[in-house]
């Protein structure tokens, strides 16, 4: 870091030699500094300066500072190395003028007019170049969301694990995060089922997720390279290993979601038993509206199964059976209590359980 500047060696862009490097660098002293992008390729091109280097070095950033945008240098790059190389072989072949070539047949090539890439498509291609964002960090304008969704940072969290210093952030708790998808390996178990591991980062540091079948199946599609997500899990913390998170939901950080995730938790705190506090008792059964009509008789009973009350997924099973009304009645089994919990509403027992099978798995959901 030098001032407010960064400086990061070329060695590091993607297709870029050290003995390109070491050409560059000799050439600037022997010639002066480079006066534009076509006075860079007019006097690299004898240095073999091939396409594919060239397109790596605008899409880093390497010619930022002379105030010209990548998407248009993208456009004309082709051309003006052709150019470039057409001038050095006339030059070999002494078609160039007799006092040094100090005016060539060279067509300089005008840049377009066009709108630059957006500032998170620039950041994308820093970080498929270079392996890291160098102008800034995608997360920054999303600053806003992650606030919305009550997320913590992926850097506080680290740190509280490592010195306690926040009870709500040791192993154990359930927090939600926001972050860019930096990787993701998908493996399978050795019980056949899929999971995978998945890195996610902020402006303050990365954190690995693992992400079961079941949380899989329902966050796959927003799990994708350099998207942003909130995800909604359980720290992982044990001694000499790095914090994790046991994921257990997976949404795309946007604005539709974050007012949606927002509400589904205040609605889970107000509706179900706050963490670590006794479950409410059996709410009283409500008076009945073409929204929630009563079981009818003789009807189907869908019965789910949760681990317990405090399951991240509980407001869900809930609003599965606000959102399919029906005659059917719905009988909530709660593992650790050994309870039987029945929904004070009639549910349509095959739509409620297509709703769930997807988040809680086949083998919870059950119509009797």
Same mark, same amino acid.
């Given at each position: 870091?030098? $001032?407010e500047?960064?400086?990061?060696? #070329?060695?590091?862009?993607?297709?870029?030699?050290?003995?390109?490097?070491?050409?560059l660098?000799?050439?600037?002293k022997s010639?002066?500094?480079f006066?534009g992008?076509?006075?860079?390729?007019q006097?690299m091109?004898?240095?073999?300066l %091939?396409?594919?280097?060239?397109? %790596?070095?605008?899409?880093c950033?390497?010619?930022?500072?002379?105030?010209?945008?990548?998407?248009?240098?993208?456009?004309v790059?082709?051309?003006? +190395?052709?150019?470039?190389a057409?001038?050095q072989?006339?030059? +070999?072949?002494?078609q160039m003028?007799?006092?040094g070539?100090t005016?060539?047949?060279?067509?300089v090539?005008?840049l377009?007019?066009?709108e630059e890439?957006s500032k998170?498509?620039?950041?994308?291609m820093e970080?498929?170049?270079?392996g890291?964002?160098?102008s800034?960090?995608?997360?920054?304008?999303?600053?806003?969301?992650?606030?919305k969704? $009550?997320?913590?940072?992926?850097g506080k +969290?680290?740190?509280?694990?490592e010195?306690g210093s926040?009870p709500?952030?040791?192993?154990?708790k359930?927090?939600?995060?926001t972050? !860019?998808v930096?990787? #993701?390996?998908?493996?399978t178990?050795k019980k056949?089922?899929?999971?995978a591991y998945?890195? *996610?980062?902020?402006?303050?540091?990365s954190l690995?997720?693992l992400?079961?079948?079941?949380?899989?199946?329902?966050?796959a599609?927003y799990?994708?390279?350099d998207?942003?997500?909130i995800v909604?899990?359980? *720290?992982s913390a044990?001694e000499?290993?790095?914090?994790?998170?046991?994921?257990e939901?997976?949404?795309p950080l946007?604005?539709?979601?974050?007012?949606?995730?927002r509400?589904?938790r205040?609605s889970?705190s107000?509706?179900?038993?706050s963490?670590?506090?006794?479950?409410?008792?059996p709410?009283?059964p409500?008076?009945?509206?073409d929204?929630?009509?009563?079981?009818?008789?003789?009807?189907k009973?869908?019965?789910?199964k949760?681990?317990?009350l405090?399951d991240?997924?509980?407001?869900y099973?809930?609003?599965?059976?606000?959102?399919?009304?029906g005659g059917?009645?719905? *009988?909530?089994?709660?593992l650790?209590r050994?309870q039987?919990?029945?929904?004070q509403g009639?549910?349509?027992?095959?739509?409620?359980? %297509?709703?769930?099978? $997807?988040l !809680?798995?086949?083998?919870?959901?059950? *119509?009797r």
């Open positions: 870091v030098v $001032g500047h960064i400086r990061f060696g #070329l060695g590091s862009v993607k297709n870029v030699g050290v003995g390109l490097i070491e050409k660098v000799s050439e600037r010639g002066g500094k006066l992008f076509h006075d860079f390729c006097r091109s004898s240095y073999d %091939n396409k594919r280097v060239l397109e %790596n070095l605008i899409r950033g390497a010619f930022d500072s002379l105030g010209l945008k990548r998407k248009a240098l993208l456009s790059y082709e051309s003006v +190395l052709d150019s470039a057409a001038d072989k006339r030059n +070999l072949e002494g003028d007799l006092f070539g005016e060539t047949r060279t067509t090539a005008r377009p007019e066009v890439f998170r498509e620039l950041l994308a970080r498929e170049t270079c890291l964002y160098l800034g960090h995608p997360m920054e304008e999303l600053r806003p969301l992650s606030a969704v $009550g997320a913590i940072a992926i +969290l680290i740190e509280a694990c010195t926040d709500a952030l040791q192993d154990g359930y927090v939600t995060l972050g !860019i930096s990787s #993701l390996k998908l493996k178990t056949g089922s899929n999971m998945v890195t *996610i980062e902020d402006t303050s540091g690995e997720l992400v079961f079948e079941r949380a899989l199946s329902q966050g599609a799990l994708q390279a998207q942003p997500v909604y899990g359980r *720290i044990r000499e290993e790095e914090p994790k998170l046991m994921t939901e997976v949404y946007n604005d539709n979601y974050a007012s949606r995730y509400e589904i205040r889970a107000r509706t179900w038993q963490r670590g506090q006794e479950p409410p008792a709410p009283r409500a008076p009945r509206t929204a929630q009509p009563a079981p009818a008789a003789g009807g009973t869908l019965w789910v949760m681990s317990s405090n991240a997924r509980m407001d099973v809930k609003q599965a059976f606000q959102q399919n009304p059917d009645k719905a *009988i909530l089994y709660v650790d050994k039987k919990m029945q929904w009639g549910v349509n027992a095959p739509d409620a359980m %297509n709703a769930l099978t $997807g !809680i798995g086949a083998k919870n959901v059950a *119509i």
